[in-house]
């Protein structure tokens, strides 16, 4: 008679179908394709019909997604700073300009062709997003519940070219009679949409002519003369 308990036990079946892999890179290639296609939306929708008249379910439409999609992304106060941010950079920024491209080259630009380089990333961002700033500043205007965001925007306009200005700064750029604070301060005027709204939109001026006004202003004014 056999000891079965020293014969071994039959091996079980194995499947040989491989286990699925979860992707996770590619979900979340998907998520920012999708959040992508929403910011750009709402740049559209905000830009067209303005703040009040832009819904959820508009943006949704104008995207191809669904309005949970859209919902998910953020409420529309922050889809409003994205769309901005979008317009204004080409992309979704996260802490300062002037250490992302294009502003972290060019900053970086020799002396003699520094202040054309600013003036073209400035005036493209000018033509690309003043009508997101057109948008923002009336919905401050009409919604007293966006004014902290406004205020917020002002800000961090503050604080991104106080950032570029201490590049330029430590590289010994900027003009040694004034603070980097007050050099700041100066490139935020002329770095945002007064200029651009001023000249073009209600004197008439060409981008071309506006471009050489922002040179030599920021020569004048910024950047220190030549050795």
């Known amino acids: 008679m056999s000891n079965v308990a020293n014969e071994s036990a039959p091996a079980k079946e194995v499947s040989a179908r491989p286990r699925r892999r979860y992707d996770s890179t590619r979900r979340a290639e998907q998520a920012a394709e999708t959040r992508r296609r929403i910011v750009e939306a709402a740049a559209g929708c905000f830009a067209e019909l303005g703040y009040a008249r832009t819904t959820l379910a508009v943006i949704a439409r104008r995207a191809g997604v669904s309005p949970e999609s859209v919902g998910a992304a953020g409420p529309k106060r922050d889809l409003l700073i994205a769309a901005f941010s979008h317009a204004f950079a080409g992309v979704e920024t996260a802490g300062p300009l002037s250490a992302q491209e294009p502003w972290a080259g060019v900053l970086q630009a020799d002396p003699p062709e520094l202040a054309g380089r600013i003036a073209d990333v400035v ?19 009409e919604d007293p519940g966006l004014g902290e965001l406004y205020a917020g925007l002002a800000r961090r306009r ?26 700041a301060d100066t490139m935020a005027l002329l770095n945002g949409f007064d200029p651009y709204q001023l000249y073009v939109l209600d004197f008439g001026w060409s981008p071309q002519q ?17 050795a």
């Open 123 to 141: 005036l493209a961002g000018q033509q690309a997003g003043i009508a997101m700033w057109r948008t923002v500043s009336a919905a401050a205007t």
């Open 158 to 183: 503050r604080a991104d070219n106080l950032a570029a200005a201490q590049v330029l700064a430590d590289r010994g750029l900027l003009r040694p009679e004034r603070s980097v604070q007050q050099h």
């Open 210 to 226: 506006l471009r050489q006004w922002y040179v030599d202003t920021l020569r004048q004014l910024v950047l220190a003369p030549p």
